[in-house]
Nanobody
């Protein structure tokens, strides 16, 4: 069974950091393009960034450039989203999703989704 499981969310003060994890089972994560999306309360889900199977990444939100980075641990079949200098606007549920052919910021293009992990940035 193909599965993605996110973890690492929580409550953090503005300016703080969190590292989200996306663990894959049933398939080799390194062979897929993995996107991170987020959904703020009352808003549509939006693409944040994506890491290709090649290891390169694409950002879909200018607001996270320089603050969020993505990495992959192939041995653990897990991807990480390091979020630094968090802002209240980063609050939302964060999802990872897998897509085989290429990266996309369009959520409808992804085949497999995790259940999401909540990130709350507040003082």
């Amino acid at each position: 069974q193909l599965q993605l499981v996110e973890s690492g969310g929580g409550l953090v003060q503005p300016g703080g950091s969190l590292r989200l994890s996306c663990a894959a089972s049933g398939f080799t994560l390194a062979n897929y393009n993995i996107g991170w999306f987020r959904q703020a309360p009352g808003k549509e889900r939006e693409g944040v960034l994506c890491i290709r199977s090649s290891g390169s990444s694409t950002y879909y939100l200018d607001s996270v450039k320089g603050r969020f980075t993505i990495s992959r641990d192939n041995a653990k079949n897990t991807m990480y989203l390091q979020m630094n200098s968090l802002e209240p606007e980063d609050t939302g549920t964060y999802f990872c999703a897998a897509r085989y052919s290429f990266c996309s910021g369009d959520m409808s293009q992804y085949n497999f989704w995790g259940q999401g992990t909540q990130v709350t940035v507040s003082s």
